[in-house]
């Protein structure tokens, strides 16, 4: 299974394509897990409980973790420019993915931040990663010649797609 999320593919006339190598395209729920960076969460995760266990004044740990925070929203894009496929799916990572780990290290990093942290801005976060990883389903428009892409539309339409051919 690809850590990356598979694309709907649909002709011109917005008729389903089978999947390249028989991968059908990912649900809801399997892009949502795809664009979550588990990894990077980890590693954050860990970098927190450390400043935690370092018992420093508390402006000074949410500042450290603010600067370990920026740095790994940095290597997440730069990760995903090396490593994911071109075309739609590196596009709607790009967009998706560092959203999501900022949400994410937020809500977890909630004791920590003291009066920094607003719970109802949590919320909203997390409803607003599952809502781009809805709406951002990346589709590869074929038409035959060559295959043009665009990324999040649920519905596409030929006429929509990047004429240019730009992956």
């Known amino acids: 299974m690809s850590s990356w999320v598979v694309p709907r593919r649909v002709n011109a006339q917005g008729a389903e394509l089978a999947g390249v190598r028989g991968e059908e395209p990912d649900n809801l729920l399997g892009r949502l897990t795809k664009y979550v960076p588990a990894p990077l969460l980890t590693l954050y995760a860990s970098a927190y409980a450390f400043l935690v266990s370092l018992n420093l004044h508390k402006v000074t740990a949410r500042w450290a973790l603010a600067i370990i925070g920026i740095m790994a929203v940095i290597a997440c894009v730069a990760w995903i420019r090396k490593k994911a496929p071109q075309g739609v799916v590196k596009q709607a990572h790009l967009i998706v993915t560092p959203i999501a780990f900022v949400v994410w290290a937020y809500t977890i990093s909630a004791s920590l931040l003291g009066d920094w942290f607003i719970g109802w801005l949590a919320l909203v976060g997390q409803v607003g990663v599952a809502l ?24 596409p339409a030929a006429d929509n797609a990047d004429p240019t051919g730009d992956h």
């Open 132 to 155: 781009l990883a809805w709406v951002m389903e990346p589709t590869e428009v074929q038409d035959g010649n060559a295959g043009e892409q665009r990324a999040g539309a649920p519905h």
